[in-house]
């Protein structure tokens, strides 16, 4: 009589394991936290492009308008307010680092400090017109992507060759040096696919945004209430696309995927693991912002503020890597 024995699927890994898998990873190649550490101490040491001439016009032009009652002038100074402070602090080099997944992380991008630093003052240059900050965005928003694509891709290599299931003998680097020796075709479809896909994003979320934001005001100019309640329906539209689409860029580059089917990937993923995915994010996002808190607390112009700098760096950078082990533990070839 012939029997069959069938292998056992191991189980992947649940929140916690990928969680610890990541930084397992993080600890054997520190340098994977190198890009996001030498963004932010650019940050920190270079220059500041500011837009507070840009955002002054803008302001001269609301105090210009005359309010048509008390409460409409009350609610005029304190987003007059509001645009000052932005327009004082603001750094537009921050758009290096701006879109989650997509750029390399930052502190210094999402906390704002004064112009200084521990060696003194740095050099600001402002960004008077509308014209010019077009192309200045622009580009800002190229060189992150640049950059978040060359982390990421690192990132993803390094999470394939030791996650992968290892042959007799075989090492996490021999494993990566055996990627290395893809065709030449796969190294350039990739950055293609992930390009394609950043700019589909950015393109449609531009034009969504300006809707969005047309749709709040209006409503909100006859009644507040429905004005917030479409401001809510918004966020929550974003989130929940968001939510759907964080495993693209792991399916892409840790599963070598076309961008559709990538995208589709994602979705089903997202969707069908929704408990564990929401477990995996709302921990992802607890642990970097309130670890954040804490390093953005020195002010700029301490040496503190370094330790928060790489600690940022290291966290960061270890929880991107467990949302890629996440992937590969259910998905990845």
């Given at each position: 009589?012939?029997?069959?024995?069938?292998?056992?699927?191991?189980?992947?890994?649940?929140?916690?394991?990928?969680?610890?898998?990541?930084?397992?990873?993080?600890g054997r190649n520190l340098g994977l936290a190198a890009i996001p550490a030498l963004l932010d101490l650019f940050l920190w040491f270079g220059p500041r492009l500011?837009?507070?001439?840009?955002?002054?016009?803008?302001?001269?032009?609301?105090?210009?308008?005359?309010a048509p009652d008390p409460e409409m002038a009350?609610?005029?100074?304190?987003a007059i307010q509001l645009l000052?402070?932005?327009?004082?602090?603001?750094?537009?080099?921050?758009l290096l680092s701006w879109l989650p997944l997509l750029h390399p992380p930052s502190l210094l991008a999402r906390h704002t400090w004064a112009k200084v630093s521990p060696i003194g003052d740095v050099r600001v240059f402002s960004v008077a017109s509308l014209l010019a900050l077009i192309p200045w965005w622009g580009i800002l928003v190229l060189?992150?992507?640049?950059?978040?694509?060359?982390?990421?891709?690192?990132?993803?290599?390094?999470?394939?060759?030791?996650?992968?299931?290892?042959?007799?003998?075989s090492t996490p680097n021999e494993a990566l040096q055996e990627e290395q020796l893809v065709p030449m075709s796969t190294s350039v479809v990739?950055?293609?696919r992930v390009f394609l896909f950043e700019a589909g994003l950015l393109a449609v979320g531009v034009v969504f945004i300006f809707v969005w934001m047309l749709m709040v005001g209006a409503t909100t100019a006859f009644?507040?209430?429905?004005?917030?309640?479409?401001?809510?329906?918004?966020?929550?539209?974003?989130?929940?696309?968001?939510?759907?689409?964080?495993?693209?860029?792991?399916?892409?580059l840790v599963?070598?995927?076309?961008?559709?089917?990538?995208?589709?990937?994602?979705?089903?993923?997202?969707?069908?693991?929704?408990?564990?995915?929401?477990?995996?994010?709302?921990?992802?996002?607890?642990?970097?912002?309130?670890?954040?808190?804490?390093?953005?607390?020195?002010?700029?112009d301490s040496w503190s503020l370094l330790v928060g700098i790489l600690g940022n760096a290291v966290i960061a950078t270890g929880l991107t890597a467990a949302i890629f082990v996440f992937y590969q533990e259910r998905l990845a070839d």
């Open positions: 009589m012939n029997t069959e024995t069938k292998e056992k699927t191991p189980a992947p890994k649940g929140v916690i394991g990928c969680l610890a898998a990541g930084f397992e990873i993080l500011s837009v507070a001439p840009l955002v002054q016009g803008f302001v001269a032009v609301l105090k210009a308008q005359p009350r609610q005029v100074t304190q000052e402070q932005f327009g004082e602090q603001f750094n537009l080099l921050s060189i992150g992507l640049v950059l978040g694509f060359l982390y990421l891709n690192y990132l993803a290599r390094r999470v394939r060759a030791e996650q992968a299931p290892a042959e007799p003998e990739r950055p293609l009644s507040q209430i429905v004005g917030f309640l479409v401001w809510m329906l918004g966020v929550g539209l974003i989130s929940y696309v968001a939510l759907h689409l964080i495993f693209v860029i792991p399916s892409v599963g070598g995927r076309g961008l559709l089917q990538a995208i589709w990937e994602s979705v089903v993923l997202s969707h069908s693991q929704f408990p564990a995915v929401m477990g995996l994010v709302l921990l992802t996002l607890v642990i970097y912002e309130g670890l954040g808190y804490v390093w953005s607390l020195p002010p700029g």
